[in-house]
């Protein structure tokens, strides 16, 4: 028993602050199980009727501005705080776990970028920056974040359509659609859309039904496995939509 004890306490110890408060919840539930665990279950949230955070919209939308073209299928954002957390921010609160919840995002993607089904993928997509993209993962304590903390582009794109088998949509510049890269389309599939304002900050914008997808990445077309094209064959005339309406960028 001893050497157990030992050998959880090096487990803990190696963790980051994520890891270790998760490894504490779970220790929690054993040695008192008639009692709630730590990290409480998550709550489905309304993200439908405008900005929810304080009452008011970041200054001068971006989303709405540039481009333009897909201001009319815009139903409302939602803003989340800004501490360098804004991008897991708006996907957990997507997820329905609420914004507070980006601990567990960041938690579930590390477990991600390690799963051994999909390792090799992402060997081949990242390449020499694997280890770069799980670092930027794993935090030291909760709070603000430094740049090399913060989410990004396209590489998150990619572990979070993965991960909750979503379709993941970047409103920003460029505008990128993520698919699932190993799963096979479903036509009740969740669709996950953000959008970038201020230049700096990620808020969470709520689409009309049906509205334009925007491209994939080529990375996307080159690593996906064979089964995911039907996720492109899917929705085909989404994006088809889409370069009607940006026929020069398309």
Known sequence: MTSAIDELWRRF?????????????RVCEVAYPTMTTLCPPPEKIKTKGGVKKKGKKPADYDVYRDPSYHESYIEDVVNV???????????????GYGEDGWPMVRRELGLEIIDKDRS????????????AVRESLMIESFG???????????????LIANRYNVVL???????IT??????????NV???????VNHNHWVQVNMKEGFPLPPVTLDWKKFRSHIATTWMLGFAGRMQHWQLLTPILA
């Open 81 to 95: 705080e800004s501490d360098g957390n804004c991008r897991f921010r708006v996907i957990t609160s997507l997820h």
């Open 178 to 187: 993520f698919f699932p890269m190993t799963s096979l389309h479903s036509p």
């Open 169 to 175: 949509v970047c409103l920003g510049n460029p505008c």
């Open 120 to 131: 090799t993928l992402y060997d081949k997509l990242f390449s020499n920056r694997l280890s």
């Open 13 to 25: 110890r190696s963790l980051d602050v994520i890891g270790k408060r998760a490894l504490k919840s």
């Open 190 to 196: 969740s669709i996950y859309c953000i959008g970038f």
């Open 144 to 158: 603000s974040q430094p740049p090399e903390k913060w989410m990004s582009l396209p590489d998150m794109g990619y």
